[in-house]
């Protein structure tokens, strides 16, 4: 009798501990943001913009890099993904790009990747953004090599689908161009200067009163950029108005002090620019978005939290330790026979990671989790057919277990059959 | 024969909140229609609904792509006041 309460005892502090530690200041500051992004993407966006880009006449080179794109900028609901992607196929650019944005959407989608970010780590986040895009494109040009006649051609429809290329540069433009790689020179080599410059780009753009909508996307990526920096400014111990607290709460402190910044600039350019009616849209997407997956988040995390303390640390770091190819096959395997919810692939990644799995074989899981859930393969069955649903199954495990080992060769954990 | 509205949606937590403003607005409106839900993909593709959720009264397409609000539904309902 005492094993099982120990036991229950057991599981439910490692569940608890877990969520505690993961809803700590510094995941508020990222995942917040990301919600509100993803209400602001969802309302502010236009589809139909970013469809022309994929339209029948457009060329290869641009309809499959876009395919790939709107994956991370439109599919930030999964009920926007399945008909979006029967219209790239129908009635767009063909069967290739429709595939590129069905395999990217889950993938790159802003959500997935901030709570990878802030969960497992910003290396893999990124890696699975990067790899995501690389090869979405490379299977929706496979997909349509091996079924070319699957394009219907529908000339009547498109007629008036001409597409305008022509970029034109300015001033605005430019200045939102360079806020952007200030903000990742801010995460990636924590320059303090970096955050001004980038700041005053975006003041001037708002002064500027033209780009609004793009240059409010900008403020608002500029939150995730303060939430994710590792700022370091302050090494020892400080004074804050009398009181003394340590370098780690100091650090935090001045992260929210410049996500604070960021706050008032959105403010300011929200009142100024957008409209009442489009502010409540927005408001609304952000709260549908909060009610429909932060309760996954909580759960996710705490049973993850749960399974840590029942799972044998040593069979995991044998089977999973190193960035073999069978370590990286049962990566994908595990992704396609274990149904988990939305962002649940998260959580319990981090859970394997804890429990000494290689980075490598991690990310062949995160890639194909979400692809490949017995949900969304069966309606790729009904919507491609058993023939091309078969071949992009086959497709998404073998490219997913190529890029995890990529990636774990990449960050120098080698590589070896077994 | 009673007048159908039909909502499309898969069952995320939008169209949902849809079909319950939908029932809303009905019940305070008294009026009698047919609410019916669409989930199946190939039926809202064929409708030409290329985002979830969307709002159909009475054959006439009124909102795609985001949750009509209240007022909106209210709106389209008018003209059926007797």
Known sequence: ?418 | MKRIIKVYGSGCIKCKTLEKRVHKVLTELDLQFEVKKVTDIIEIMDAGVSSTPALEVDGKMIMKGRVATEKEIRASLEPYLS
């Open chain 1, 1 to 418: 009798m005492t094993t099982i309460t120990e036991t229950i005892n057991g599981s439910l502090t490692s569940g608890i501990d877990t969520l505690l530690d993961y809803l700590s200041f510094h995941v508020l500051l990222c995942l917040i943001p990301a919600f509100f992004i993803a209400g602001a993407m969802a309302v502010f966006i236009p589809k139909d913009t970013v469809m022309k880009y994929m339209g029948s006449t457009t060329p290869g080179f641009i309809s499959y890099p876009f395919a790939a794109l709107a994956g991370f900028l439109l599919a930030v609901c999964s009920c926007t993904v399945l008909p979006l992607f029967a219209g790239i196929w129908k009635k767009g650019a063909g069967l290739g790009p429709a595939v590129t944005f069905l395999f990217s959407a889950p993938a790159v989608n802003l959500l997935a990747l901030t709570y990878t970010g802030s969960l497992v780590g910003l290396d893999i986040a990124f890696a699975r953004g990067v790899l995501a895009i690389l090869f979405a494109i490379i299977i929706g040009v496979t997909m349509d090599y091996l079924f070319p006649d699957a394009n219907i051609k529908n000339s009547q429809e498109n007629s008036d689908n001409t597409l305008d290329l022509t970029f034109t540069l300015s001033i605005d433009r430019i200045l939102l161009v360079s806020a952007v790689i200030f903000g990742f020179i801010i995460v990636l080599l924590d320059f303090p200067i970096a955050f001004i410059i980038g700041i005053i780009c975006l003041v001037v753009v708002t002064i500027r009163r033209n780009e609004q909508i793009p240059a409010l996307m900008i403020w608002l990526v500029y939150l995730l950029f303060t939430g994710t920096s590792q700022i370091n400014w302050s090494s020892h111990p400080t004074e804050f108005f009398g009181v003394s607290i340590s370098d780690e709460l100091a650090n935090m402190l001045l992260k929210a002090f410049l996500s604070f910044i960021v706050v008032i600039g959105i403010f300011i350019h929200s009142w100024l620019y957008i409209q009442q009616d489009q502010i409540a849209d927005w408001l609304q997407e952000t709260k549908f978005f909060v009610r429909s997956i932060l309760h996954l988040i909580i759960i996710g995390v705490f049973v993850a939290g749960l399974a840590k303390y029942f799972i044998p640390q040593e069979l995991v770091a044998d089977l999973l330790g190193s960035n073999t190819v069978l370590a990286n096959v049962f990566g994908v395997l595990f992704g396609i026979f274990m149904y988990f919810p939305t962002l649940m692939e998260v959580p319990i990644a981090k859970l394997f990671l804890d429990l000494g799995m290689a980075k490598g074989p991690l990310l062949a899981y995160l890639l194909s989790d979400p692809e490949l859930s017995i949900q969304s393969i069966l309606v790729t069955h009904k919507l491609m057919g058993k023939e091309k649903n078969i071949v992009y199954v086959i497709l998404v495990g073998i490219l997913t277990t190529i890029a995890g080992l990529i990636f774990g060769l990449a960050i120098g954990e080698g590589f070896s059959l077994y």
